[in-house]
């Protein structure tokens, strides 16, 4: 009877050590370690983003006009479907389907959109 309840004592002790990350934190955490953050010159639309875009994503058969949602080979499709490019090319690095953003290019997806995801 005493190795039961000693038993479950320790059981309650550990499962209560346990500890859970919130999701979000977990998700800035790893953006934090895996980013170069020191970029000085601001990111523009013109010139960071829609090359990005139109190198990586809006490519024939992936991300543009008659082909997969969003199409994301202009401002309005990309600011529109913002929250859902975040997720997928910062976060999870699941797109572009050829391979994640080099670390570069998502630092600087990150800040444009930090910044407000202007179309400057």
Same mark, same amino acid.
């Given at each position: ?20 990350? *919130? ?9 934090? *370690?895996?980013?170069d953050t020191t970029h000085t010159d601001t990111v523009t639309y013109s010139k ?21 949602? %969003? ?7 990309? *600011?529109?479907?913002?929250?859902? #490019?975040? #997720?997928?090319? #910062?976060?999870? *690095?699941?797109? %572009?389907a050829s391979g994640p953003l080099s670390l570069d290019k998502v630092a600087k ?12």
């Open positions: 009877m005493m190795n039961k309840f000693l038993g479950l004592i320790v059981l309650s002790i550990t499962l209560s050590s346990c500890y859970n990350d *919130k999701e979000e934190q977990l998700y800035i955490n790893e953006f934090a *370690k895996n980013t960071d983003i829609h090359p990005l875009m139109t190198g990586s994503c809006a490519i024939s058969g992936c991300h543009v006009s008659g082909a997969s949602f %969003p199409d994301l080979s202009a401002y309005t499709g990309l *600011k529109a479907n913002i929250n859902r #490019v975040k #997720v997928r090319a #910062v976060i999870d *690095k699941t797109m %572009p997806l990150q800040s444009w959109i930090n910044s407000g995801a202007l179309n400057n």
